[in-house]
């Protein structure tokens, strides 16, 4: 009797994401993972984005939770203010939190981020420059996320205003089949329904967007995000170092939570371990999957094991990976396998920091072709970018069959 009534359940949410027409690959995770709901708009809980990054498929579930106003009052008591922010904070709460669609994309932009882009990221939302954030500023750039639209009183800079609707308002508006901007200008005049347009609804209400899937509604709620920053009664106010140590920990979480799946209480995850992490984005079918974990099987001998600091410096240089393909290129003018001398080099500026002798041969076994001491520089890159991005970059097209085989490779893959 549970089998069918979760078969339904999940029926019922398979049906409501076919409505889903023209949704990125990023709107459908969400959609699939969101476990909770509440006044028609979806919002996924601490422990569903973790479990989004780091696994394929969400927990069974009989249907989404409806969430009341009791359950919201409770999520406000449990969210810690910032300054009593962990790297377990999100494992914590688990499903005493909500998470709203633009929010997800704001922490999935924070898993790629540089250490230098973090002040980059925080004056986005300082939009008055006084080195403060407070409650409005946070939602507004959150509904550029949403809408593309930022109000012209809350950006100084009208050239960065126009640059940064540009980027946001175009897709968002040709996913969803809504009316171009010149199409909106000629509506000016008159509302939707022909009445004057002093008449209709606020630009504040039309920058939330009531589509069919529920990633956006007019109504708002203290999120799990909103009430960290800003606390309780939303009066606090964010400064860069509380941002910076709130984006630092959240990189350090994803990164244990995947550290701990392969070490099993153990202080090393092994050679093979830190090979699959790699390549575990990447779409490789199962035979050539197989000849990178027998290439590095044959070439490390002796086992030292990779501890959760190098595989954290290592994956804090991926994100910095846009600097290394530059640096390299004016190193070598050319696209053309590198030395570990080279690679050490590179890895130094562009992180400042360095990578250990052992975890740098275990990459050069991983990705060395031929075996001459040499790193296969665009194979490395091709498959660094699919792990930074987590796969969503370069395979967000593959839809159908092509689709399915992927799918059955990595199935292939993960039950070897």
Known sequence: MLAVRYHQGRREEDVFAAKAIK??????????????????????????????VVEQEPRPRLKRRTLTDKDLASIRDSTPPLKKGSTQMFRSLRDKGIIS????????????KPQSGFRIAFNMFDTDGNER??????????????????????????????????????????????????????????GNDGSPAENQESQADKDYVDDEQGLQRRHLVDTTLTIHFFGKKGKDELRFEGFRRFME?????????????????????????????????????TDKYDMYLDRLLDRVKDEKGITFEEFRIFCQFLNTLDDFVIAM??????????????????????????????LV????????????????????????????HRGFKSHAKNEGYDAFKECLKQELKSSS
């Open 101 to 112: 669609f633009t929010e997800y994309l704001f922490l999935l932009s924070i898993l790629t």
């Open 361 to 388: 041969h275990t990459v050069f076994a991983l990705f060395d072709e031929d075996g001459d001491g040499l790193l296969s520089y665009q194979e490395f890159i091709a498959i660094m970018k699919d792990r930074l």
């Open 133 to 190: 954030v407070d409650k409005n500023e946070f939602l507004v750039i959150r509904r550029l996320f949403s809408s593309g639209k930022i109000p012209k009183d809350r950006m100084e800079d009208e050239a960065t205003r126009q640059a940064m609707e540009k980027i946001f308002s175009h897709a968002w508006r040709d996913k969803r089949g809504l009316p171009s901007e010149e199409d909106d200008e000629k509506a000016k005049s008159k």
């Open 329 to 358: 290129r004016m190193y070598t003018l050319a696209d053309h396998p590198i030395s570990k001398d080279e690679f050490h080099r590179a890895v130094k500026i562009c992180t400042g920091t360095s990578l250990s002798p052992h």
């Open 23 to 52: 949704l990125t690959s990023r709107e459908r995770r969400f959609i699939k993972f969101a476990s909770v709901q509440y006044d028609g708009q979806l919002y996924m809980t601490p422990q569903d984005f973790l479990e989004s």
């Open 249 to 285: 920990n959240l990189q350090t979480e994803v990164l244990e939570l995947e550290f701990h799946e392969f070490s099993k209480g153990a202080e090393t995850i092994n050679e093979v371990d830190f090979a699959k992490i790699m390549l575990r984005y990447t779409y490789l079918d």
